[in-house]
Antibody, heavy 120, light 107 residues
Framework: QVQLQQSGPGLVKPSETLSLTCAVS?????????WGWIRQSPGKGLEWIAS???????SYNPSLQSRVTISVDTSKNQFSLKLRSVTAADTAVYYC?????????????WGPGTTVTVSS | DIQLTQSPSSLSASEGDRVTITCQAS??????LNWYQQRPGKAPKLLIY???NLETGVPSRFSGSGFGIDFTLTISTLQPEDFATYFC?????????FGGGTKVEIQ
């Protein structure tokens, strides 16, 4: 059974970098799936941030692309998100999720979510 | 970006009721639409993919239909555990986008 476990700080100061990691268990991250990050805030609802394939091929939401980096570490079976220059508008619950063999697919397994607050 | 408009944004219903939620896309998305259920404090859970296919383990009282622009999620007989928020999501094009959600509340 595939499980995603998220880690990272719940509080980030404005202008700093938000860093989150999603560890995958029960499935090899190199096994023909995309892996992504989605966030949810009261103001903007659910927002897809980025996705990555184990080969390192990435896709980003243009609205965040200039500030976001998604990466994968196949040796640790995990993938990560970095969001730079955060503001209060980046306060949200961040989820990692598994996509399909193509970038355009359903998200069938989700992590539990990490509540991230941007505040000094 | 492809916009998804869900209606209603909330509804009140009783156990045993039949519930229908709609999702309208801003352009033709063929069959590339999914439905998710989200309970309070939990992550979304995939219910329906490709507009009408039931995800493994999802009860058969859930069904999806539609093609092109207009899509529907139906719960045939509402159960207590179905009181939650439901979202549609398109994957016809990037960026992946979600509808605003429909909250199903106890009447």
């Amino acid at each position: 059974q595939v499980q995603l476990q998220q880690s990272g700080p719940g509080l980030v100061k404005p202008s700093e970098t938000l860093s989150l990691t999603c560890a995958v268990s029960g499935h090899s991250i190199s096994d023909a799936h995309h892996w992504g990050w989605i966030r949810q805030s009261p103001g903007k609802g659910l927002e897809w941030i980025a996705s990555i394939y184990y080969t390192g091929t990435t896709s980003y939401n243009p609205s965040l692309q200039s500030r976001v980096t998604i990466s994968v570490d196949t040796s640790k079976n995990q993938f990560s998100l970095k969001l730079r220059s955060v503001t209060a508008a980046d306060t949200a619950v961040y989820y990692c999720a598994r996509g399909g063999p193509t970038i355009l697919s359903a998200l069938d397994v989700w992590g539990p979510g990490t509540t991230v607050t941007v505040s000094s | 970006d492809i916009q998804l408009t869900q209606s209603p944004s909330s509804l009140s219903a009783s156990e045993g009721d039949r519930v229908t939620i709609t999702c309208q896309a801003s352009q033709d998305i063929y069959k590339y639409l999914n439905w998710y259920q989200q309970r309070p404090g939990k992550a979304p859970k995939l219910l329906i993919y490709d507009a009408s296919n039931l995800e493994t383990g999802v009860p058969s009282r859930f069904s999806g239909s539609g093609f092109g622009i207009d899509f529907t999620l139906t719960i045939s007989t509402l159960q207590p555990e179905d009181f939650a928020t439901y979202f549609c999501q398109q994957y016809d094009d990037l960026p992946l986008t979600f509808g605003g959600g429909t909250k199903v509340e106890i009447q």
